[in-house]
């Protein structure tokens, strides 16, 4: 039985695809026992994100695994076959690790894909099929991904505009939970932002948008509220930190619009984070005392830093990596030979029952005990050494040379000395 990891993600399908064969998280354990009842796969679990749709079996035959993903959702398998890498054995392991420690996410060195990761491990476990294999191979995931945090710079600095935005809003106010939060637009990059402060848990979270109703999606999702983005003007003195980002041709929030709102607060800081281009927020705004405006440029330059510390961590995290599939899959190739030595072992027991019913026989009717133990000596040896014995006599040719040096190891021998 070996193990394969097979899927598609952001590198190698677009985003249409990708939706295609994302799984329903509520359905997501029938969907397991479905692959494991229907194909040939003894060990299954799916990791299901927006990013990637993984799933990682232990089966001989992958391509079912493949035929089960397309029938699942109602796609020929040539549809995706273009987007699909399979990665056996070693490379499964690797692969795996990989993702767990952020290396292969779209933000290197994220850490939500270990959650992630978590939770389709637990899925799995509560549908019952999660066996020995995929168990310890996720358990060794969790390990190594803490490892590569806890040992390598990987998730140490700012790689996104979001996370940038969080960081530069904390310099200037020491606890972003006492602050309000005004977000204009309702766009990915918002999106993003939202999700990021909303981590900060934030007295207060808004979304102001052109469309009322889009906005109001978007606040539920982080517990915040909405309003029209023509209302901004009348209630920009609330908020604390504004983050701007739409398609407006012109700005959005003008020098007076900007100074008024100062006035109202009693000139206490605002943070003001652009991230539209064209601009949003006027860069005369940048000019008064009270404002801390930040721009694309502003963000570039903490997320180019970030990257350039992260990806001289990805080569301490690689050698981490690939020394733990090493052992990995060392425990894999031991755990393969325990029936074989399990088997070994009933031999030499049954062998020595055998010889030991014999001497008690031989001691009940009054036999010299030392000749007992002669015999029973003799009578183990002649049976432990029956088998490689045998084969030795009955080999020819290459064969024979072959198990006379195999033998020669197992037992240490030396022949010529």
């Known amino acids: 039985m070996q193990l ?8 190698t399908a677009p985003l249409a695809m990708r939706e295609r064969v994302a799984f329903d998280p509520l359905r997501l354990p029938q969907a397991l026992l479905d692959l494991m009842r229907t194909k040939p796969v003894r060990e299954a679990a799916i990791l299901s994100t927006c990013n990637r749709t993984e799933l990682y079996c232990a089966t001989e035959r992958p391509e079912v695994a493949v035929e089960w993903l397309a029938e699942y959702h109602s796609l020929p398998p040539r549809d995706i076959q273009p987007f699909l890498y399979t990665h056996p054995r070693r490379d499964a392991v690797r692969h795996m690790f990989r993702v767990a420690s952020g290396l292969d996410s779209m933000v290197l060195g994220e850490p ?3 959650g992630q990761m978590k939770q389709a491990a637990r899925t799995a476990e509560e549908a019952g099929t999660l066996g020995t294999l995929l168990n310890k191979l996720f358990q060794n995931t969790f390990a190594v991904a803490k490892e590569v945090r806890s040992t390598t710079a990987i998730g140490a600095n700012i790689v996104s505009m979001a996370a940038a935005s969080v960081h530069l809003s904390a310099r200037i106010f020491e606890n972003l939970a006492d602050q309000k939060v005004l977000f204009i637009g309702a766009g990915e990059m918002i999106e993003l932002c939202a999700a990021h402060f909303a981590g900060e848990k934030p007295q207060r979270l808004t979304i102001a948008n052109r469309t009322l109703e889009r906005a109001e999606a978007l606040a539920a999702r982080f517990g915040g509220d909405a309003m029209r983005l023509d209302d901004v003007g009348a209630r920009l003195a609330e908020y604390d930190v504004v983050v701007a980002c739409t398609a407006s041709p012109l700005p959005i929030i003008g020098l007076g619009l900007v100074e008024r709102a100062l006035k109202t607060r009693r000139h206490r800081p605002m943070v003001m984070v652009d991230l539209a281009v064209p601009r ?5 705004v940048d000019k008064l005392d009270d404002v801390f405006l930040y721009t694309l440029d502003d963000l570039g330059q ?3 830093q970030g990257l350039e510390s992260r990806q001289a961590a ?12 090493a052992h990995f899959l060392q425990w894999v190739d031991a755990r393969e030979t325990v029936p074989t030595i399990r088997a070994l072992r ?3 027991e049954r062998a020595r029952r055998h010889e030991v019913d014999h001497a008690l026989k031989m001691l009940s009717r009054g036999d010299d005990p030392a000749q007992v133990l002669e015999a029973l000596s003799r009578g183990l040896t002649n ?15 290459a064969d024979r040379s072959e198990i006379s040096e195999l033998i020669a190891r197992i037992y240490r021998l030396h022949p010529g000395e």
């Not at 394969?4 to 993600?9: C, E, Y």
């Not at 949003?280 to 005369?284: Q, S």
């Not at 080569?315 to 599939?325: L, P, Y």
């Open 314 to 325: 990805v080569v301490e995290a690689e050698a981490i990596i690939d020394d733990r599939v």
């Open 383 to 397: 049976k432990l050494m029956h088998g490689p014995t045998q084969a030795l006599n009955q080999a020819e040719g």
């Open 112 to 114: 939500q894909i270990l």
């Open 4 to 11: 394969f990891a097979l899927g598609i993600n952001h590198h």
């Open 280 to 284: 949003d927020i006027e860069a005369e």
């Open 302 to 304: 903490i997320v180019e």
């Open 346 to 348: 009933d031999t030499a």
